[in-house]
C-alpha cells in the first residue's frame, strides 16, 4: 500500500488542523494506521493510531483529549484531526500502516508503510 500524507501548515498556538493520510494500492481498512511524527535530533514519536474497522483508537498521553482519528472507507483515507494546538506539537507527521497486533502499534518499528510526510508548524 502506498500512502500520501498532506494537510500540514502553519497555524497559531489553540488552532486546528485535519491532517490526511491517503492510500492506494491496497484497501487501508486491512490495516491499523497510526501517525508519529520527528522533530530535528529526536526519534519518531507516537501520536495515536486507529484500528482496521475504526472503532478503536488510542493516542499519546501528550495529545489526549486534543487530537482525533478517524477513517473514510470510501476515499481509503485517514484523518487525524488535530485541536488545540501548541508550538510542543510542531513537527513532520507521518501515517504509516501495519497489519500487526494491536498491541504493538505505539511501536514505529511495527510498521510496514509509511507515508513521506508532513510539516506542521504551531507558532507562539
Known amino acids: 500500500v502506498q500512502l500520501q500524507a498532506s494537510g500540514g501548515g502553519l497555524v497559531q498556538t489553540g488552532g486546528s488542523l485535519r491532517l490526511s493520510c491517503a492510500a492506494s494500492?491496497?484497501?487501508?481498512?486491512?490495516?491499523?494506521v497510526g501517525w508519529f511524527r520527528q522533530t530535528p535530533g529526536k526519534v519518531r514519536e507516537f501520536v495515536g493510531v486507529i484500528s482496521r474497522n475504526g472503532g478503536s483508537q488510542y493516542h499519546a498521553g501528550s495529545v489526549k483529549g486534543r487530537f482525533t482519528i478517524s477513517r473514510d472507507k470510501p476515499k481509503n483515507s485517514v484523518y487525524l484531526q488535530m485541536n488545540n494546538l501548541k508550538p510542543e506539537d510542531t513537527a513532520v507527521y507521518y501515517c504509516?500502516?501495519?497489519?500487526?497486533?494491536?498491541?504493538?502499534?505505539?511501536?514505529?518499528?511495527?510498521?510496514?508503510?509509511w507515508g513521506q510526510g508532513t510539516q506542521v508548524t504551531v507558532s507562539s
Open positions: 494500492g491496497r484497501t487501508l481498512t486491512n490495516y491499523n
Open positions: 504509516a500502516a501495519t497489519q500487526k497486533v494491536w498491541s504493538a502499534t505505539s511501536d514505529a518499528t511495527m510498521y510496514d508503510y
